[in-house]
């Protein structure tokens, strides 16, 4: 009955983790996911935030190429000569330029250039599109918003003409439908959407009144990730670097919304959970009896496996699902036995095996061409006796009784061989070896 009590103990403190590994995934997941959608949100805004860079970018250069082209040169030539008719051509020249790039250009929508001092103007806009105070403290090169819904790039060329110093300002209009198909592109996320801010403070293009709120909030805060609330809602912000133009995205959707599929997915796992183990309560109340039983007579048979008998075997059978074990056990216990006894008969036979091929090492050739070496050298006494005490030494060595021996011995060993053999062949060698590891044991006739 404690036996029982502990299973069901047991049972408990795992239902317990159970609970505890739920609430921990459930909390790793919707953490997992809230920062797979701040990811996401990053790689959406930094992308449409590198795009409308570039799209700056390629503006300035096409302003430049404006002010100091072709075009513009002739246009001032024309000034020059005060020929009228050639200065209405150039006009219309300049026109024709602005629509074509207009129309090849995608990002932008429209281009004007205005003198200040003569109030002339060359545009594709309406005349009068833009107020007096639109020209007033106006940088040479700057990126400028107009009513929070357009944004322009403006060039100023001065030019010599006439004696004086003439400005002309190029202003350069980014296209409306681009910039909303950048907001698009970085908000990227159902129920989410974005902002376009221009120089951290004018919210462009903005229509819905979270937006406005949103902006309102984050122009107090440096904080590229970071919650905000609006009302009674949640929302999640994410901020690209501004860009060189003045220019930064801002990524924002609502968190409870965004996390609401997890919740729907935990809920249903929590109370399929909840059914599993209820069910598994009840099973265990069933059978634990007989398992117990069954697992009694296993863990004792297990022990005397344990301590080394091999030759324990379980010989009653149940009529249920353990039967299959006890026969495997018992199949087991005795292939192992037999695996054992195998092991050692093979392992002394190898190591007879090992002896007799090292004793097979001694070559009788070896010995013959020795000593055919001595007949034909016995007119050179030294190299006789120096042949005859290298040999002495090798079979001396090779024939000893002994399966430990040092590296500086086996070294030795090779020496007087290799020696042998130089004279034989007329060779030379070379023995490099580590004087500490002179003392090293290793098994006899390695080398």
Known sequence: MKRVRSI????????????????????QSTANLKASLIQTAQLQTKYAATLLEQKGKEIEIEADGILYGENMQNLYAAIENNDVYEYVQQINKMKSFFQERQGRTVGMSGM?????????EISTLRQGYFEDSFWENNKESQWKSANKQEIFYMRRRTVEWMGEDQEVWLVLRMDQDFLYEIKEMAAGMDQGGSILMFG?????????????????????????????????QKYQIVRSDETKNGM???????TRQMMRQVRNIMTISGIMLGAILIFGMIYISLFVKNILMQMNLLTEKLKQVEVGDLTVQIYKMPKNEFAYVFRQFNHMVRRTHELLEATVKEQELRNEAEMRQLQLQINPHFLYNSLSFIVTAADNPDAVTEMAVHLSQYYRYCTRKKSITTIQEEIDYARSYLEIMAMRKNIEYEIESDPELAACKIPFLLL
């Open 8 to 27: 069901f103990g047991i049972f408990t403190v795992f239902l317990l983790i159970i609970l505890a590994s739920f609430l921990l995934l459930s909390w």
């Open 112 to 120: 004007t250039l205005y003198w200040p001092k003569s109030g002339r």
């Open 200 to 232: 951290g403070e004018i919210n462009v293009l903005s229509q819905k009144s979270v937006e406005q709120n949103i902006a309102g909030i984050i122009r107090q805060s440096n904080e590229k990730v970071c919650e905000v609330r609006v009302g009674k």
């Open 248 to 254: 930064q995205l801002v990524s924002y959707y609502p």
